[in-house]
């Protein structure tokens, strides 16, 4: 008949733990680990030669690698700013003619005699205009603020 086990009890056996070797007294047992680290697409000479002893020819296919890799990479960039400043100059194509329709605007309402609604746009258009203005050269003067 099986008993049900109760609570903190374990059903599984335990194995005896393996046996840890001990040093004889007296003997130290010392251990050395030596780590080195770089950075950059290229390994340093002395490893990359290490690489060419265990398997000629692989040095020269790593500098391949890398020299391709940064061809790539720089490939990237060029299209990156290209078309960062193609979306650069059609944002101000945009501001001018926006800013150019709300000042046409104020001066038709101007010579409409509606006054206040020629005065609010043409004063808005000119004000986003001068604020822009004056934003972008503070902040392109003084780039560490």
Known sequence: MDHPAQPGSSSLKKSPSPAVPTNPPGVAVQAQIRAQ?????????????????????????????????QSERLLRERSTNTVAGWLQIGGQLGALVLSGVAILTGYN???????????????????????TAMYRHKHTANPKE
């Open 37 to 69: 680290t770089f950075s950059g697409p290229l390994p340093p000479p002395d490893l990359l030669d290490a690489y060419e002893r265990t398997m000629p020819g692989l040095a020269d296919r790593i500098v391949k690698m890398a020299e391709k890799e």
């Open 109 to 131: 309402l101007l010579m409409a005699d509606k006054s206040l609604a020629g005065f609010t746009f043409f004063l808005s258009a000119a004000a986003a205009l001068v604020g």
